[in-house]
C-alpha cells in the first residue's frame, strides 16, 4: 500500500482519483482497507483546508458554486435541468431527496447539511 499524507490539493487531487478507483471495494480486503484510510485523510485535508460552511443547504450550494470550482450548469445537469437548478438557487424550489443524493455524491457534500430544512 503506497499511502502518504495529503499536504496539498495536487495531492487531494491524487487521493481522490485513487478513492474514486477503488469505490465499492469490499471491507476488509487491501482495497477495502486502502480506500477507508485514503478517504479519512482526504476528509482530514478537506476539512482543514476546504471547509464546508454551516447553514442552510442553498448557501452551501452557492459555496459549492462560489469556492469549489462547481458551476450552475454542473448542478442543472444533476438536477436534470436549468430551470430546476435556478429555482433551487433562488430558494423557489426545495431539493428532493433524490437530488439531495445525487449532489452529495457528485459533489462530496455531506448529506446532513444539504438535508436542513
Known sequence: MDIRPI???ADLT???KEIDRLWGAAV???EGDKLDV??????????AHHPVPEGDPVEILHFAIGEMGR???ELAELLGSRPHASEIL?????LSLEQIR???EAWRLPIAALAKP
Open 7 to 9: 499536504r496539498t490539493d
Open 14 to 16: 491524487e487521493a481522490l
Open 28 to 30: 476488509g480486503t487491501p
Open 38 to 47: 485514503l478517504a479519512t485523510l482526504a476528509e482530514a485535508y478537506e476539512r
Open 71 to 73: 458551476s450552475q450548469a
Open 90 to 94: 433562488n430558494r423557489k424550489r426545495p
Open 102 to 104: 445525487r449532489i452529495a
